[in-house]
């Protein structure tokens, strides 16, 4: 599969430079993804009964993906019938072997879109559109009766976040001790959770992390810190979020150090935020209005700087502070950094060393999560939104320092 290196540059107003949206570098070379198959068989009543959420057992066959924090999340084999549609893909999410929640993914516009355009290479991007538009108002009104008709009542409307910006609104039905959640109104994907009623609430953090003051939050993020013979000092915990197929690249970093921060919000959630639409371009994007309310959604101050400054990053690296970088890719040094994390020594910064260097604007953008350091030997430790394969990367500082664009330092 070729790489992706569409390159999208938007003005997006912070500053007064045209800064580049980082965009995608791999899909699926690093890593196939699970593809139920579909079924005309309808669940509905097997999710929602309640020794389901009683015994915590599901019915089916369930299939464990990676998760975070300890979490377990499994998909389920099949795509059945669920209130009245065929689902895309649906989740479980237990929390130390109890049922937190079912998360049914009806129509996501990336994939939607990328399907269509696979087995139609030559349909125009204003069919594909009124194509997704005419089947999203169907399953929108399909699932509503189908609601209707299990829970006898009319939803209510609630929110979940603190921020006008990443604010998302739901319907809510009441389904005895039940919550079903219907989440259709951003134009971009349609889906349903099916929750405890108790678990619901109005935050996008962490039921731990919301209970702590930000001293012993600080105190909690410093304890990740690990320090090593070697002169690493690396921040453990940060999540992997695999990107994909989909120009996640800001928006899954973004999500991977916000979660550690105690964020529950999921890369899908992000892209809604920041305007995403379709899968192949991040223009019209609002990437930095999402950054800053990622940030206020953690408790957490942002701070950006242009290029990658060494000095600071190692002091918020040592507090347990993540810090995200958008820089200039290049397949080639990619390459090295990927060795360094298996132990071959980084070229020495020497003026022909220095030609291959990808900055110029015209270099693809990327995102990268900053996970320490070696102040001994001038390197920094990184990890993209890829796969577990991609992490503890390294690179030169004065690499990072010419080839960055924006600097995103998160602090509590």
């Known amino acids: 599969m070729k790489f992706l290196t569409i390159l999208i540059t938007s003005c997006l107003g912070w500053s007064l430079t045209c800064l580049a949206i ?21 669940f509905t009543e097997n999710l929602i009964a ?26 389920l084999d099949v795509n059945p019938i669920l209130f009245g549609q065929h689902s895309s893909s649906v989740y479980a999410n237990e929390e130390k072997g109890k049922l937190k929640s079912i998360s049914i993914l009806y129509l996501d516009s990336g994939k939607f879109i990328n399907r269509k355009r696979l087995s139609n290479k030559d349909q125009a991007s204003k069919s594909l559109k ?98 090593q013979g070697s002169g690493d000092i690396k921040i453990n915990g940060i999540p992997m979020f695999r990107q994909g197929q989909r120009p996640y690249c800001a928006i899954s970093t973004l999500g991977m150090a916000t979660h550690y921060l105690g964020l529950r919000l999921g890369t899908d959630a992000l892209a809604a935020g920041a305007k995403f639409r379709y899968i192949d371009t991040a223009k019209g994007s609002k990437m930095l209005d999402l950054y800053r309310a990622a940030a ?26 993540p810090i995200v970088v958008w820089r200039r890719y290049s397949h080639k040094r990619n390459q090295l950094h990927s060795a360094a ?40 430790i990184f990890m993209e939104s890829w796969g577990e394969h991609a992490r503890n990367k390294r690179m030169r500082a004065e690499e990072l320092e010419a080839t960055s664009y924006a600097t995103f330092y998160f602090k509590i």
């Not at 260097?357 to 030997?377: C, R, Y």
Request: no cysteine; charged share 30%; proline share 4%.
């Open 341 to 380: 994390a298996q132990g071959i020594k980084l070229p020495e910064s020497t003026p022909n060393d220095r030609i291959t260097w990808p900055t110029s604007k015209d270099e693809p953008g990327h995102a990268s999560v900053i996970t320490g350091f070696n102040k001994k030997t001038g390197e920094v």
């Open 296 to 321: 206020e959604e953690s408790d957490a101050v942002l701070q950006r700087g242009r290029s990658f400054d060494f000095e600071r990053a190692q002091k918020y690296i040592e507090k347990g502070f």
């Open 130 to 227: 009124r194509e997704f538009k005419k089947t999203y108002d169907l399953i929108q009104t399909t699932i509503n009766k189908a609601l209707y008709k299990y829970t006898k009542s009319t939803p209510k409307e609630s929110f979940v976040g603190q921020t006008d910006f990443l604010r998302n609104t739901y319907d809510d039905y009441k389904f005895g001790e039940l919550t079903l959640r219907l989440s259709a109104d951003n134009g971009q994907n349609i889906s349903l959770i099916i929750m405890r009623s108790k678990d619901v609430s109005k935050t996008y953090l962490h039921s731990e992390t919301s209970k702590l003051v930000k001293r012993e939050r600080r105190k909690e993020l410093q304890q990740n810190v690990q320090v």
């Open 50 to 75: 309640a020794s389901v959420w009683i015994n915590n057992k599901l019915p089916g066959t369930w299939k464990s993906i990676p998760s975070l924090d300890g979490d377990e999340v499994k998909i």
């Open 22 to 42: 980082p965009q995608n570098f791999g899909g699926n070379l690093f890593g196939a993804t699970f593809e139920p198959r579909t079924i005309n068989e309808d």
